[in-house]
């Protein structure tokens, strides 16, 4: 016995000896650390530790607890069940609301170490397992599908008797991502997840936790892939459309309001052209009296039997005075004057802007040019306005002149409406085969007659039976050219559109210029005979002549139409030579293949094929005044002196 | 506005033939309470432990063993087994007396915080749902046998034998064993609410 005990401590001096000379150290083992410990279901609780260092030596550990309001020690009594140093407490042992004071102790052959105390109370302690059966299902009743998780509280929680609340937490992410979306479930054990990728693969994984206590791990995670849909929403299409509608109608409204309504409803609905006939009566057409209108229609003497061309010089031309003035026509004692009158203030729709308020009117700038009414000395006066003697015209355009007057445009203008150029059907002497005697025309602009007392350059003598003035500036040829009239309808000749109305300036003593407003000089230029084959001769009369009259008789002047505007201008060209004879000469084929500089253009059916004679230099006639679409003969004619 | 619910809720047990369902709302209500009241206690018990130093903690940690928590007289089921054994009249009459042992003590615990203040009417208002579960549940029950232990207990022995040297350690003592009696009246109520409640699945 003694020898044993001596052996035991020669030996255990010997390896201490020999572990000194081998430099090793033994020492006494270090604290175990970190106690933990958990209840997984509030009944059972196992505790963890770790522990020290060895100090070199086979060390043992011991975990002593105490409970509260008592001062027995007690030992772990299962330390295999959780594992290496773990010390698991069975329901026997586990008090709930009970103060657990817990002591590791390790030892080893060189001395013990003994832990810090844990308190623990169980209630507050637990930390349940995951849950288990986590399913997900892809639920398709609608177009929008969805998943669907549930799942079941771990096995060793109790939930049923209500011994643990437990409350979950589900996150799901998508396969390729890192991030997880955690959702709060509360006490339920189901969830539904919405908004789905089509076509993609989702993580899910679910945990717990009692009402007091620790969050359990994650679940296991499930996998689910969300089948390929296509959403159908209805009611999104319905609304893109609805939008896009919308888009529409207002862009259309915008574009209506840009656009005027008067262009579109010219557009639409374009003016229908009234019928410009001399002589045609609307009112009679009206009643129903046909043969009272044709009848008017027909001339008796037509085509005029006189070669000369004189005869048919219409010297009528009104010259629209200023305000202060009294129209020339006013003292008219033609018959046509109350018509005229009548329709002096009226204001043809056909007739455009000119025929009211046009602007067209030349401007008498030039130092001697004065405007002047030329009164037509027409052999037959039935049918002529302006009864006015020359003389009178002549003071009377002396008082108007524009040069004096040139404050307001208007008033010293001579508007033409555009009857004063349309090209009436009738008038169409142009077409006629033989037309050697055309009288002159005398193109009444009714918007010189407005009250307004505008000077006019020219006056239109009105028809013999013309009561009816739908375009104020209707040319009427003198009476002795009525019986053209129905000739010309017979005829093929221009077309409607291209109606000219003829602007001759009579030969007056007045010596009244038209020109172009650019010249601002104003010559009347008179037409002396309309030649057969589209051709009509323009006699000017030169400004300032006292003789002009006679001269103008003498002098003829051709001036080629330069191109006939729609039912509104007569472009001609005007010659420059002084001295020569002017002529208005149409030829539809110059005409049409004449475009104007400022684009106006009639197209008229070539019946003649006779060139112009005499062509003369371009007008200038037209002028952005024109541009409401009648030239006027005033501007047209616009000629340098001669 | 508890009280008029739960008066509301005894003329409904009066005239209703479900008493079950009433109760078992009434049930919730204390469940609910209970448990608020739980978290107050646990909060006002972190908060002061966090106020205290390291050092001080260790040592409260150490002298609470060996203190006594006002309520300790009162035999209550501590584990599962207990609890599940016991009936539901004998849960709540345990629960009524856990909640009337506080009534006293905790105005100590008033004072500063609202929360503070709050706890007991809220401990008042738990009582007197508690009183009336019981009442209702009574019916079913044979009658408490011990209704001595009904009687107010002798927790001011407790507190006369206390010195009051350490407010701290008083503090530390109080909020403790509230926090622990609060928490057991809890689960008492819920197991007790799972019992009465004909889903198997006590989920509520």
Redesign the interface.
Same mark, same amino acid.
């Given at each position: 016995m003694m020898r044993n005990v001596g052996g035991v401590i020669v030996l255990s001096l010997l390896l201490v000896f020999v572990q000194l000379a081998a430099g090793e150290s033994f020492s006494p083992p270090g604290t175990p650390k970190n106690i933990i410990c958990r209840s997984p279901e $509030?009944?059972t609780f196992t505790c963890w530790w770790e522990p020290g260092s060895d100090g070199g030596l086979p060390t043992t550990y011991a975990l002593y607890y105490?409970k509260?309001?008592s001062d027995t020690v007690y030992e772990c009594p299962d330390y295999k069940t959780a594992g290496k140093n773990s010390c698991f407490f069975n329901?026997n042992d586990?008090?709930?609301?009970?103060?657990y004071?817990i002591t590791v102790v390790a030892t080893n052959a060189l001395g013990r170490a003994f832990s810090d105390?844990v308190?623990i109370?169980v209630?507050y302690i637990v930390m349940p397992n995951p849950p288990e059966e986590v399913t997900v299902t892809v639920i398709e009743d609608t177009n929008w599908p969805f998943l669907r998780v549930s799942w079941e509280p771990p096995e060793k929680a109790?939930?049923?008797?209500?011994?643990i609340?437990l409350i979950y937490e589900l996150r799901i992410k998508l396969e390729n991502e890192d991030e997880w979306e955690v959702h709060p479930a509360g006490?339920? $054990?189901v969830f539904n997840i919405f908004s789905l990728r089509p076509d993609s693969t989702y993580h899910v994984q679910v945990r717990c936790k009692p009402?007091?206590g620790f969050w359990s791990e994650w679940s296991g995670t499930t996998f689910v892939k969300v089948p390929d849909y296509f959403p159908r929403e209805r009611s999104m299409w319905i609304l893109i459309a609805v939008f896009a509608a919308f888009i529409i109608l207002t862009f259309t409204f915008i574009w209506l309001s840009y656009m005027k309504i008067h262009n579109l409803k010219h557009y639409v609905l374009p003016p229908v052209p009234g019928p410009k006939i001399k002589g045609f009566d609307k009112k009679a057409l009206k009643n129903g009296k046909f043969e009272d209108i044709f009848s008017s229609l027909v001339v008796s003497d037509f085509p005029p039997t006189t070669s000369n061309y004189e005869d048919f010089i219409v010297e009528n031309l009104e010259v629209f005075v200023p305000e202060e003035q009294e129209l020339i026509m006013e003292d008219s004692k033609d018959l046509q004057d109350d018509s005229i009158k009548s329709e002096n203030s009226t204001c043809d729709n056909d007739s455009g802007r000119g025929s009211c308020d046009s602007h067209t009117l030349l401007i008498d700038k030039g130092g001697g040019d004065k405007e002047e009414a030329l009164q037509s000395d027409q052999e037959g006066s039935q049918d002529e306005r302006v009864p006015t003697s020359p003389e009178e015209v002549m003071e009377e355009d002396l008082l108007a002149c524009c040069d004096e007057k040139n404050s307001p445009d208007i008033s010293e203008k001579v508007k033409f409406t555009p009857s004063l150029i349309s090209p009436l059907p009738r008038y169409n002497l142009m077409n006629q085969p033989n037309p050697p005697e055309i009288g002159k025309k005398h193109c009444l602009s009714d918007s010189l007659l407005n009250p307004d007392s505008l000077p006019s350059y020219f006056t239109q003598p009105p028809s013999t039976k013309n009561d009816f003035r739908s375009n104020p500036w209707e040319c009427n040829f003198n009476h002795k050219q009525h019986p053209l009239h129905p000739q010309t309808t017979g005829k093929e000749h221009l077309q409607v559109q291209n109606e000219i109305s003829w602007v001759h300036v009579d030969r007056t003593e007045a010596s009244l210029g038209v020109q172009a407003p650019s010249v601002r000089s104003t010559e009347y230029v008179e037409v002396q005979r309309v030649s057969g084959g589209n051709m009509v001769l323009l006699h000017p009369v030169s400004a300032g002549q006292e003789n002009s009259g006679t001269m103008s008789h003498q002098t003829e002047h051709y001036s080629r139409v330069k191109t006939v505007n729609n039912d509104s201008g007569l472009l001609l060209l005007q010659k420059e030579s002084t001295g020569e004879e002017m002529g208005i000469c149409l030829s539809e084929e110059e005409v049409e293949s004449r475009a104007t500089s400022n684009g106006y253009t009639a197209s008229i059916t070539p019946t003649s094929e006779k060139p112009m004679v005499g062509i003369n230099s371009t007008l200038p006639i037209l002028d952005d005044r024109m541009a409401s679409g009648y030239v006027d003969t005033a501007t047209m004619f616009g000629l340098p002196t001669y | 506005m508890d009280r008029a619910i739960l008066l509301l809720s005894v003329m409904c047990l009066g005239v209703s033939s479900q008493p079950i369902t009433d109760s078992q709302r009434m049930f919730s209500i204390a469940v609910s309470r209970v448990?608020h009241l739980?978290l107050l206690a646990?909060r006002l018990f972190s908060e002061f432990e966090s106020s205290l130093p390291t050092e001080e903690q260790r040592q409260l940690?150490?002298i609470?063993?060996?203190d006594?928590c006002n309520s300790?007289y009162i035999i209550?089921p501590?584990?599962?087994?207990e609890?599940?054994r016991s009936s539901v009249l004998k849960l709540l009459s345990i629960s009524y007396r856990l909640v009337e042992s506080w009534e006293f003590p905790s105005r100590s615990l008033s004072g500063g915080s609202s929360p503070r203040n709050q706890i007991s009417p809220k401990l008042f208002d738990l009582k007197s749902g508690i009183l009336h579960l019981i009442r209702a549940n009574q019916d079913a029950e044979e009658l408490f046998p011990d209704t001595s232990t009904l009687q107010l207990a002798p927790y001011g022995n407790y507190y006369q034998s206390l010195q009051a040297d350490d407010s701290l350690r008083r503090n530390y003592e109080l909020l403790a064993c509230f926090k622990?009696d609060m928490?057991?009246v809890e689960?008492y109520l819920?197991?007790a609410?799972?019992?009465l409640s004909p889903e198997?699945?006590?989920?509520?």
């Open positions: $509030k009944e105490r509260e309001n329901k586990t008090s709930i609301w009970v103060t004071n105390p308190e109370d209630v109790d939930t049923r008797s209500g011994w609340t006490q339920q $054990k009402d007091h | 448990q739980h646990q940690n150490k609470f063993l060996q006594f300790d209550s501590i584990d599962k087994h609890t599940q622990k928490h057991k689960t819920t197991v609410k799972c019992r198997a699945n006590c989920t509520l």
